[in-house]
């Protein structure tokens, strides 16, 4: 169950990895959201895997580690936040220079 | 205290001419003047305690554990600069009053005097060598508005520039060198760097220690090969060059000279080092005064001479040298000083101070004329002016010393000549302005200044005649307690005038003599000189400053092309160098954890995400799919959190989940909808390599963590719950609880991204496509009465979802920011449903004011605590007995998970209806809605 996890874990990281080094911005949000699933499931699988054992006082003998649980939480809210700033800020620049590109556009007045 | 009162009394009263700003000029001058005269007075007991051999000390603990105190001390050494820095203080205020123009800003200069005196005042009164290089610093900083104080002026600001960066790339390497020598000595208070003196002396970083403490001296003394800047900082106003060069500053190098003599003096290395560097400053200071036709730039470089021979003196090092030293430091201040106001006179009375131009001044200028005459022959050695006394001390000193053994002589001889070339560009200064033939066409007719502007002058001569006739009435105390606090001996200085016939007045009459013929000669000088012109030193300085420029200007262009991959590239690329080598060092990457047995649902969970994520990423190009494809993605991520044992994580995720999808498609409408392929085949398998480096590493690293044992520290979370936050819940008993100072951190995050979208989608100008991708119109239907219909339905039973996933978060699933996300989607599902008018209409609430209210109500249910003295977000909770619901818990930790549900929708609801209306007409328009 541990190599099928991990395996998990590396195959959405290099998918979102491959979308994070594209050159339109609609992808490289994609990239960013998918990748925080990633790290998300990383994160909380610091604690170790464990099967019927939810952090429910009463509910069972051995609990799962509650700790990564409650950080990965708050992760995923945040994560929220963040993929909504940068998908905005994406809408913006399209708006704004007219396209789309992630790289400095030579002619155009996208300077830094 | 009352030191600290001298120290930080005009740093904090550079803030007075500038409250000032909007008075007159007397005003400011009378306010600022006030500053050093109350620290004249408050220093006056403190001196008299000094004068009698005690030293006044005043200390505060700042960062005990680096052994920096506020230290103050109030030696003989302190108290002689003190004095010179606070007295010419005041008369360079009372000077600058008239010097400066109308146009000029006179609260900035006040202000950045003031601080200057601060820091310089720091410095020489600092009793902990950590705090004496913090006031370096300031000083450093201080005098370059100072010198740039005309910053309109491009000289001034290039002068301003390379005192700067000259004098404070010494000042770190002062640094280097005082934290060495507090790491032998193992304290940074002077005195036990005094007592240290053997161990710092034999330690093996000693000389390395030297070198750097003497390059912090030398750039701030100006001494070879760093006196290229002090020239240069002329163009700073008149009355800045009199203080910079007479009490400030440049004696900053000295003092430190002096400051560090008990604990680094005595060595060989210290004796050649010292001794030469002065010598030459000396000679070279002297040479370059002579050809200068600037009054200013003769006065400066004459400065760098003095320093020199300061320098050399402290080289020597012997008692009787030390004593001519700080002599000559205070002879030297009150000639210089008066010096520059002088040549600012004539600067500002004639318009200009070019000594071409000038001549026949004397009879426009009597008074000027005379007084300059008496400060001039001070500074050439002339009998009965102070100078003379302290030139014949060194002249002697430079005939006893045999540092260098049977080559010991030429340094008597040099010091002759540099005395006679110091006689040279004395009798320049005076003849060249005041006599040599009539009075030639000036900018201005010259006259002389009004008398309070002279009154600073007559004061600085006056005290060069006073000191010169009664040495022993006047600085005998004071130099007793100074040399006594530099040689750490108690020793009484003896001053006369006359010392009879000897050798070192036959020099000094030698060097009168030879001055007067070096000056009929000039003109042949000037012409030998003429070849060398073109090298100047700003020159010099200019281009290994822009060099160094360029080359960061490569640099950077190299590295910061405005390619978003390049640099996505390059950080991944460079984690994968760090990273793998690391991996190989790992010799067995399976722990000794026993491994859970594969099941079958989580096989098909597997494949479905791993092929929704390569179908994310091979679909790319269109869109749509690939955010269906993500949407499956997050998905099984909830449903694997679900199988491992964390509900909490499941709910979140799949109501996050919801949320972002429809964001995206939101934010896809504004975008194009497919990709067009621009990579390059070369790319694509670049990225391919790059991205499978990556997940191959996160995999190892995971299958490592996850193989091995370990300890966790949430034991105690699960042993602490119920019995001490109430609730069974041990995930969100975490965060409202155990960690609810993160949660509230993570709230407030959370409430700024949602204000920052906010902002971002103000004046905002999307691409508004009117068809769909295949140019069909947009459906004229808006709202299905479908889905109408079962968003109508939904929502009143998402909200009581909503609201039972709150209340039961303590102890079950669930909890603020899960059930804060349902009612966002269920309120989002309105707006799809019904469009934004509709909404509006039923239900009017600010979702920033919501989400603020909730910020507010989390951190409020922190702050309660205090009121129980207890800390911040301490929990309480207790059990009420409810009609019909019977025992119920209430822990106030439930009002901080409000405050997180109020935010969590606020900020959702921000983000998502602002973005939503975007499409219809209720999009923002103006800044600041």
């Not at chain 2, 430190?256 to 210290?270: I, N």
């Not at chain 2, 002389?448 to 502007?453: E, Q, R």
């Not at chain 2, 010392?499 to 030698?510: E, I, Q, R, T």
Request: glycine fraction near 8%; aromatic fraction near 10%; charged fraction near 10%.
């Amino acid at each position: 169950m541990e190599t099928l996890f991990s395996v998990t874990v590396g195959v959405l990281t290099a998918c979102s990895v491959f979308l994070i080094l594209r050159g339109r911005s609609f992808p490289v949000v994609v990239g960013i959201t998918m990748l925080s699933y990633a790290v998300n499931l990383f994160l909380f699988s610091t604690g170790r895997l464990t099967i019927d054992g939810a952090p429910i006082l009463g509910t069972n003998t051995e609990y799962a580690d509650p700790l990564p649980q409650a950080l990965v939480l708050t992760a995923i809210v945040i994560g929220f936040a963040m993929t909504a700033y940068s998908v905005i800020l994406a809408v913006r620049t399209r708006g704004e220079i007219g396209t789309d590109e992630v790289n400095e556009q030579d002619s155009g007045e996208s300077s830094r | 205290m009352n030191l600290f009162y001298i120290v930080f009394a005009p740093m904090i009263g550079a803030l007075i001419p500038l409250l000032l700003r909007r008075t007159s000029r007397p005003v400011k001058t009378i306010a600022t003047i006030a500053i050093p005269i109350s620290c004249i007075l408050v220093a006056w007991p403190l001196a008299q305690q000094t004068l009698a051999g005690d030293i006044p000390t005043a200390i505060q603990q700042w960062l005990p554990n680096i052994d920096f105190d506020l230290a103050f001390r109030l030696d003989g050494l302190s108290l002689l600069f003190v004095s010179l820095i606070l007295g010419i203080g005041v008369l360079i205020v009372l000077y600058a009053h008239y010097y400066l123009s109308s146009k000029d800003n006179d609260s900035r200069f006040y202000a950045c005097l003031l601080l200057f005196m601060s820091s310089m005042l720091g410095i020489v009164t600092a009793d902990n060598v950590l705090l004496m290089w913090a006031f370096w610093e300031l000083t450093s900083i201080s005098s370059f508005l100072l010198i740039g104080y005309w910053y309109h002026q491009s000289d001034a600001r290039r002068g301003a520039r390379m005192a700067l960066a000259t004098t404070g790339a010494g000042g770190l390497a002062l640094l280097a060198g005082l934290l060495i020598i507090g790491h032998i000595a193992g304290s940074y208070q002077l005195d036990a760097i005094f007592a240290a003196k053997d161990a710092i002396q034999a330690h093996s970083l000693y000389i390395p220690a030297l070198i750097l403490v003497l390059l912090g001296a030398f750039t701030k003394s100006a001494q070879f090969p760093f006196q290229f800047w002090l020239p240069h900082a002329m163009a700073a106003p008149t009355p800045v060059s009199a203080y910079l060069h007479s009490a400030t500053m440049v004696k900053a190098g000295i003092f430190l000279l002096a400051r560090m003599h008990p604990a680094l003096a005595g060595t060989e290395f210290w004796f050649i080092t010292v001794t030469l560097i002065g010598l030459i400053t000396m000679l070279v200071g002297a040479y370059f005064a002579l050809l200068k036709h600037d009054l200013k730039g003769l006065l400066a470089f004459s400065t760098v001479s003095h320093l020199g021979l300061i320098c050399m003196l402290l080289g020597i090092g012997s008692q009787a040298a030390v004593i001519a030293a700080l002599f000559h430091v205070i002879n030297h201040a009150c000639f210089k000083a008066g010096l520059f106001m002088t040549a600012g006179i004539i600067d500002h009375e004639a318009g200009t101070r070019d000594m071409r131009k000038l001549q026949g001044l004397l009879k426009f200028m009597p008074i000027t004329a005379t007084l300059a005459m008496i400060v001039t022959a001070s500074m050439a050695g002339v009998p009965p002016f102070n100078g003379f006394m302290s030139k014949e001390l060194f002249l002697d000193q430079a005939l006893n010393q045999h540092l260098f053994g049977g080559l010991s002589w030429f340094v008597p001889v040099l010091a002759t000549v540099g005395a006679a070339l110091s006689v040279a560009y004395s009798i320049r200064f005076i003849h060249d302005v005041f006599f040599n033939g009539g009075y030639k066409e000036l900018p201005k007719q010259p006259h002389d200044p009004p008398k309070m502007m002279a009154l600073p002058v007559l004061i600085l001569s006056l005290m060069c005649i006073i000191i010169g006739l009664l040495p022993m009435l006047t600085v005998s105390g004071i130099l007793n307690q100074a040399v006594s606090s530099v040689v750490l001996d108690n020793i009484t200085v003896k001053l006369a005038l006359w010392h009879g016939f000897n050798l070192p007045l036959l020099m000094s009459a030698v060097a009168i003599v030879g001055g007067i013929v070096i000056y009929s000669q000039r003109d042949q000088l000037f012409t030998f000189n003429r070849q060398f012109e073109g090298q100047d030193a700003k020159h010099n300085f200019e281009r290994i400053v822009q060099s160094i420029c360029d080359s960061a200007n490569k640099l950077f262009t190299y590295i910061d092309t405005g390619s978003l991959q390049r640099y996505m590239a390059l950080v991944l690329i460079s984690v994968i160098v760090l990273v793998i080598p690391q991996l190989f060092e790992i010799v067995t990457l399976e722990g000794s954890r026993e491994q859970l047995p594969v099941d079958f649902v989580s096989i098909v969970g597997a494949s479905v995400l791993m092929v929704a994520g390569f179908a994310t990423a091979v679909l790319h190009r269109h869109r749509f799919i690939m955010l269906m494809m993500l949407s499956v993605v997050g998905l099984v991520v909830s449903l694997s959190f679900a199988h491992f044992s964390a509900p909490d994580l499941a709910m979140t995720q799949l109501v996050v989940e919801v949320v972002s999808i429809i964001l995206m498609v939101l934010a896809l409408f504004f975008m194009p909808q497919k990709t067009a392929r621009a990579s390059t085949g070369h790319r694509v398998f670049r990225d391919i390599l790059i991205a499978s480096l990556i997940g191959g590493i996160v995999a190892t690293l995971n299958y490592g963590i996850l193989t091995s044992d370990f300890e966790t520290i949430s034991d105690f979370f699960i042993a602490n719950a119920k019995t001490g936050g109430g609730g069974t819940n041990v995930v969100n008993v975490i965060l409202v609880d155990f960690r609810g100072f993160d949660t509230l951190g993570e709230i407030t995050v959370l409430a700024i991204a949602a204000a920052g979208i906010h902002k971002l989608l103000n004046k905002l100008k999307p691409f508004m496509p009117s068809s769909d991708i295949d140019g069909r119109p947009w459906h004229r239907i808006k709202h299905p009465l479908m889905l109408t219909n079962v968003a109508n339905l939904i929502l009143p039973m998402a909200m009581v979802v909503a609201v039972y996933i709150f209340l039961r978060g303590h102890n079950l699933p669930g909890g603020g920011f899960i059930a804060g996300l349902i009612a966002a989607s269920a309120m989002i599902l309105q707006y799809i449903a019904n469009g934004v008018d509709w909404v509006k209409e039923r239900f009017n609430v600010n979702y920033q004011s919501l989400m603020s209210f909730g910020v507010m109500i989390a951190a409020l249910t922190g702050v309660g605590s205090w009121f129980f003295d207890r800390p911040f977000l301490t929990s309480w909770f207790t059990y009420l007995k409810w009609p019909l619901v019977g025992k119920f818990e209430f822990a106030t930790a439930l009002l901080f998970d409000l405050g997180v549900f109020l935010t969590v929708i606020g900020a959702t609801m921000m983000i998502l209806s602002n973005f939503g209306k975007m499409t219809t007409r209720h999009r923002p328009r103006q800044e600041g809605n």
